[in-house]
């Protein structure tokens, strides 16, 4: 199972990295920003989205519309966070 990580913090994308990986799950890319996450959508297949709520150069809720309006990404699971 692939999963990417769409958050502008550092620290916030390496403990939910760190999380998934004692949970068993090592396939995980990373975003710092909306724009960068719908890039890396486009390169690889991903199966879960995990973003922040609020990012530079879009905010999380543009992010996940874009996904949304993409066949490829339109049904994969969403969850949002955020440290607010």
């Not at 199972?1 to 916030?12: A, P």
């Not at 090592?26 to 486009?42: H, S, Y």
Request: aromatic fraction near 4%.
């Amino acid at each position: 199972m692939r999963f990417l990580i769409v958050d502008d913090s550092s620290t916030m994308r390496r403990i939910i990295a760190n999380t998934l990986n004692r949970l068993g799950y090592q396939d995980v890319i990373e975003a710092g920003n909306g724009r960068e996450g719908i890039e890396k959508l486009g390169e690889v297949p991903v199966d879960v989205i995990v973003t922040d709520w609020n990012l530079p150069e879009m905010t999380g809720i543009d992010f996940v519309r874009l996904a949304r309006n993409s066949r490829a990404t339109k049904d994969v699971p969403v969850l949002m966070l955020t440290t607010n």
